[in-house]
């Protein structure tokens, strides 16, 4: 393969480190248990630092190891702490149980990926960037996590399947264009960390009211 | 035909013979010492084979010829298996015939064998083995035949031979889709070698088993072959593991110096890989019988979504 | 300096009321705020009018006439807003439904809402466009659960995780964008600002484009309610304490559609074809038809007048949709019109349910005669929500209507079945509310109806007279979108 074998090492190691990504996306997808996806979350983040610092170090733009290391303080440490902290308070550690089994979300999530897949292919030939096949695998991160969102019926998957959309739009946006200007990306993460809290908050709401996580008693606001 | 090139598929042969029970013994090692218990030795497993084949072997009444030439059919496919996959050298003369679809093709002929054998005695744990070993089949195959197409596509054919030539003796290149398709394989590997967390091979609990249910009916030297088939197996994926994804020290060549340096590779590699699945059985807990599809299911998905990733990342565009 | 002013006086508040509390005067403070950014929204105003558009700090912000009448009228609706709440939120509290935290949550989250509404209007980065609208989900979101109850917890959480998904994928339309005009302008030349992007529209690729299009419109779409993206809206509306539901109608939605109207100025500039108008006609009629027949079905007050605003959101999204000058211009009118009209509405309602106790329409009958000022309140909003003749809806529905007929015959009778079922829907419900038995008691505060009144007149005057220099200026604005 020619065109695989000009790439230069660290490039083929984004590659690697964007298929993981992508492999851990699937992963808490079908992971049942709420602790190991919130460890699943962690590594997400971690990898997204990794690969982060890397297109950092191969293309010398100062900015990404700022990204990075917000990725790291925010995605590694804070919010999976958070979360830990949030189930421990809330003593909610039973199985999370999907709404559609999970052969099916897994089929499911294959269609999503081609579809993804085909969707960036003709934008990521148009980026100039070194890690622009990865573009197909930051989408296609960003609907696995929506169908994470979708397929869960408990409070604490579904904030992290949206704190997983996040991870996948970062990810796109550090693979089309090396990241977005700082003042957008400092704004975007604080606006993740205001609604971590307010989702804390929300958890403690909810449990008061309804003694439960379960996302299924907020369905009672239907048109009859 | 070149007679070094010969000599060397004889020896490749009588190795992997000799190291198929080592394996298991060494897994079984490995597992003792990861549990902290006290290991058994490690030719443990030629010293069963050697018990085995001094005792008479017992018959159903009902049993037919059926059941007393798969034994043998087993340990044939599995060592032809063994003899085709490139573990010494790429350049043998059974080479040619290692072709991936062929493998497949193999092991599931001698899934049917033993398929029917469970059934032929008509006991009722014979046909709920050789049930739950075909629904598991019936899964894995795919998932294993999506392996393969990934890595096919990456050296363009399939080949065996020529995927290990142009993975190991390329320039270094990282593919993100052979760690999808070597995930996946791992999967599989579980599944085929009725290792934990999809079978147990070392109980004989009838809610749970699947292969020990198939074999329940066999005595003497057809356990005994069936045994060592199955350790073949164990070692057949093994070196098919190897081929695809670590294939670094398998040589072109023929000659001495080539062994001399394959051997100790495939050792390190057999004791290393050994371990790990050790450390696999520990650490998993057998799961429900009803679960393996779902566990397969991952299996298949990861090999799909690697041949997904080759397609985006690796293809030149 | 106005500008400054405008962002700096409402987070200010914020931070006031937030160390404040509940203390008495906190309603007054935070009229006194809101009316602080209205002198500052009208000098920015009268700047913006002499001297044409401005472009200030570095080309961070930028005024121009199609976002500075948008600052005037929120400031505007806020400032009244916040008149209405001071009484309302008072009785509330009197009742026991909220506690002296959710009051110092609801007057700080309120200025913080005004301030993410401004910046997100003013600001000339599309990426920081993005925070600013995600920062107004996120200080409302708080305030729909302000009751605690299991129906308001219900809403609020439908509201933020279908707002947080939407916008999330705003977040991948604007990364698009970048990712278009990068090549052109370089990481430094402001590749997410809006007025270096209008500048080089035509050469950017139109693929990358279309698709940024059907994400940010999906994204921003969630947020303006356009079927079927629209669960949350009247959810969050009907839970909500009224005077969030009156700024949700009438001022987040809004922003919105701004939003999206930035994004489609961009996107017609590249690929010289009607692709991102006939996506927006399609999503407009497709709400406008959904939410006219959803109206009938209702039984909740403001549930009711949430589907209307979805309706009519659906009818400025098609106006902009078809775009041209006359249809830009009715659009642009009935969001003046809809935001004032909406807004009157809920605060008749909000007193409307206070007195009665219930938001069930059933329940509520005889407003007039328990309160004949309220009473009136809510037929002539409705009446002219409902686009009867004197009132500024009739005009600009009217404008819309004709330019629809010229160009589009097809959508025509769509647009005029679902007026016509809303009309009957709502005229249906609100009549005995309004006249037969009162079931009301009286309240320990003065309901608050000079608002109402003040918006009415001014959507009566937009239906008989538009000021000259109102009309310049949704001319410009109306040619800017093109």
Avoid at chain 2, 160 to 180: D, G, N
Avoid at chain 3, 67 to 86: H, I, K, Q, W
Avoid at chain 3, 237 to 259: C, D, F, K, R
Wanted: hydrophobic share 55%; with cysteine.
């Amino acid at each position: 393969m020619s065109a695989l074998s000009a790439l230069p090492l660290s490039g083929q190691i984004i590659n690697l480190l964007a298929a993981v990504l992508l492999l851990i996306s699937f992963a808490m997808l079908v992971q049942r248990r709420i602790l190991s996806l919130i460890d699943l979350f962690a590594a997400q983040g971690a990898v997204l630092c990794l690969s982060t610092v890397l297109v950092a170090v191969t293309t010398g733009q100062r900015h990404l190891y700022f990204s990075a290391a917000i990725t790291l303080v925010l995605k590694v440490v804070l919010l999976p702490w958070i979360l830990h902290r949030l189930i421990r308070r809330l003593n909610v550690k039973w199985d999370v149980e999907g709404l559609i089994n999970i052969p099916t979300t897994m089929l499911v999530g294959i269609v999503v990926v081609v579809v993804a897949f085909n969707l960036a292919l003709p934008i990521s030939q148009l980026a100039g960037t070194l890690t622009r096949p990865t573009l197909g695998i930051a989408l296609a991160t960003v609907l696995l996590a929506f169908l994470m969102m979708i397929t869960r019926s408990k409070a604490v998957p579904q904030v992290i399947g949206f704190l997983s959309m996040e991870n996948g739009l970062f990810f796109a946006a550090t693979s089309a264009t090396y990241g977005m200007p700082m003042v957008v990306e400092m704004g975007i993460a604080l606006d993740v960390l205001i609604g971590m809290i307010i989702f804390g908050v929300f958890f403690f709401q909810i449990r008061t009211q309804f003694d439960s996580l379960d996302i299924s008693h907020l369905e009672q606001l239907k048109e009859k | 035909m070149n007679p070094a090139a010969l000599t060397l598929q004889l020896l490749e042969l009588v190795m992997a013979l000799l190291l198929a029970p080592l394996l298991m013994g060494w897994v079984n090692q490995c597992r003792a010492w990861t549990q902290n218990r006290k290991a058994p030795p490690i030719t443990q497993p030629f010293r069963l084979l050697a018990k085995l084949f001094e005792k008479d072997v017992v018959l159903a009444y009902n049993a037919s010829s059926l059941f007393r030439f798969v034994p043998y059919m087993l340990f044939a496919c599995m060592a032809l298996v063994c003899v085709i996959v490139p573990v010494l050298s790429t350049d043998l003369p059974f080479s040619p015939a290692a072709d991936v679809i062929a493998l497949v093709g193999i092991f599931a002929l001698a899934r049917l064998f033993i398929a029917l054998a469970g059934m032929d005695v008509g006991t009722a744990f014979g046909g709920l083995g050789s049930r739950r070993e075909m629904l598991i089949g019936f899964l894995a195959e795919p998932a294993l035949l999506m392996v393969f197409f990934t890595a096919s596509l990456i050296s363009r054919s399939t080949a065996l031979p020529t995927i290990v030539e142009s993975l190991a003796h390329r320039e270094f290149v990282i593919y993100p889709s052979l760690a999808f398709a070597g995930v996946a394989f791992i999967l599989v590997s579980l599944a085929e070698n009725a290792r934990i967390p999809v079978d147990n091979p070392t109980t004989h609990l009838e809610l749970t088993m699947i292969h020990e249910a198939m074999i329940l009916e066999y005595s003497g030297r057809h356990l005994a072959l069936i045994e060592w088939a199955a350790a073949l197996k164990l070692y057949a994926y093994f070196s098919l593991g190897f081929g695809l994804f670590f294939p670094w020290g398998i040589p072109q060549g023929t000659g001495v110096g080539n062994v001399a340096m394959a051997l100790p590779a495939l050792l390190l590699k057999l004791a290393a890989g050994g371990f790990l699945l050790a450390l696999i059985e520990t650490l998993s807990a057998k799961m429900r019988v009803f679960r393996a599809p779902e566990f397969l299911g991952m299996a298949f998905l990861l090999a799909v979504i690697g041949m997904l990733v080759h397609m985006l990342l690796e293809v030149p565009a | 300096m106005e500008l400054a002013a405008l962002l700096a006086i409402p987070l200010l508040g914020c931070a006031v009321l937030a160390l404040l509390g509940h203390r008495r005067g906190a309603p007054e403070i935070n009229g006194a705020f809101s009316l602080a950014t209205l002198a500052a929204a009208a000098a920015l105003t009268v700047r913006v009018i002499e001297n044409g558009p401005l472009r200030l700090w570095q080309d961070q912000f930028f005024i121009d006439p199609l976002n500075v009448f948008l600052v005037a009228l929120t400031a505007f609706v806020g400032f009244t807003t916040s008149l209405f709440s001071r009484p309302y939120m008072r009785v509330e509290r009197e009742h026991g439904r909220l506690t002296a935290g959710s009051m110092r949550l609801y007057h700080s989250m309120f200025q913080m809402f005004m301030f993410t509404m401004l910046l997100a209007l003013t600001t000339n980065n599309m990426g920081i466009l993005w925070v600013a609208m995600e920062g107004a989900t996120l200080a409302t979101v708080l305030l729909v659960s302000l009751y605690r109850t299991a129906a308001s917890l219900e809403a609020a959480w439908k509201y933020f995780i279908l707002c947080g998904v939407g916008i999330a994928q705003a977040l991948f339309g604007t990364i698009l964008l970048y990712l278009a005009a990068e090549p052109v302008l370089g990481r430094e030349g402001g590749a997410l600002l809006w007025t270096q992007l209008d500048a080089i529209k035509g050469s950017l690729e139109p693929t990358v484009l279309s698709l940024a299009f059907v994400f940010l419109l999906v994204g921003y779409g969630t947020k303006v309610g356009l079927v079927p993206l629209h669960n949350w809206l009247p959810d969050a509306h009907a839970e909500g304490p009224t005077p969030i539901s009156a700024v949700l109608s009438g001022l987040l939605l809004n922003v919105a559609i701004y939003a999206v109207v930035r994004c489609k100025v961009l996107v017609d500039g590249s690929l010289h074809t009607h692709f991102a108008g006939n996506l927006m006609m399609g999503f407009g009629l497709l709400s406008v038809g959904v939410a006219a027949f959803f109206l009938s079905r209702q039984r909740d007050i403001k549930r009711m007048f949430a589907y209307s605003s979805i309706e009519h959101m659906g009818i400025i999204t098609f106006a902009f949709g078809m775009g041209g000058p006359m249809a830009s211009f009715a659009g642009l009118l009935h969001m003046t019109v809809h935001s004032l009209t909406k807004s009157a509405i809920f605060f008749t309602v909000g007193h409307a349910v206070q007195k009665t106790g219930t938001q069930i329409m059933d329940d509520i009958r005889g407003l007039l005669g328990a309160n004949p000022t309220i009473g009136w309140g809510l037929m002539l909003g409705s009446l002219a929500i409902l686009g009867m003749p004197p009132f500024g809806v009739f005009a600009s529905e009217f404008l819309i209507l004709t330019t629809a007929m010229h160009e589009h015959p097809w959508a025509t009778p769509i647009l005029l079945v679902s007026l016509g079922v809303a009309f009957a829907a709502i005229f249906g419900k609100v009549q005995p509310m309004v006249f037969g038995e009162t079931t009301a008691r009286r309240l320990p505060h003065p309901p608050a109806i000079l608002p109402v009144f003040v918006h009415l007149a001014a959507v009566l005057m937009l239906g008989l007279w538009i000021p000259p220099y109102l009309a310049e200026w949704y001319r410009q604005a109306a040619k800017f979108i093109g």
